[in-house]
């Protein structure tokens, strides 16, 4: 089993930048991915971004695309989401999640290991 622990969430201006971390211990992400998903209040939860662990491939939805940034370092077991010009529709917990097979990035149910969720508030 994987454990995963997201940091980096806070308040923060429409316009303004964050930087989520997700530190994961226990069984590698090798051959698998990471996916960050969010949810606001009220509403399902939703995907952001996704990254194959090895060879680095992203994925992103469209609403963040040009915006957010996925990466990972594998020698730090680390993943990040950089979120620039964040806007108030951006406020939600933040997730990170292990994909064990390298597929469906998009799909919530290929994730098999979650982190506890960061707030992140963009005000307007």
């Known amino acids: 089993q994987v454990q995963l622990v997201e940091s980096g969430g806070g308040l923060v201006q429409a316009g303004g930048s964050l930087r989520l971390s997700c530190a994961t211990s226990?069984?590698?992400?090798?051959?698998?991915?990471m996916g960050w998903f969010r949810q606001a209040p009220g509403k399902e939860r939703e995907f952001v971004a996704a990254i194959a662990w090895t060879g680095g491939y992203t994925y992103y939805a469209d609403s963040v695309k040009g915006r957010f940034t996925i990466s990972r370092d594998s020698a730090k077991n680390t993943g990040y989401l950089q979120m620039n010009s964040l806007k108030p529709e951006d406020t939600a917990v933040y997730y990170c999640?292990?994909?064990?097979?390298?597929?469906?990035?998009?799909?919530?149910?290929?994730?098999?290991?979650w982190g506890q969720g960061t707030q992140v508030t963009v005000s307007s």
């Open positions: 999640a292990k994909n064990p097979s390298g597929t469906y990035y998009y799909t919530l149910g290929r994730y098999d290991s």
């Open positions: 226990g069984r590698t992400f090798s051959g698998g991915g």
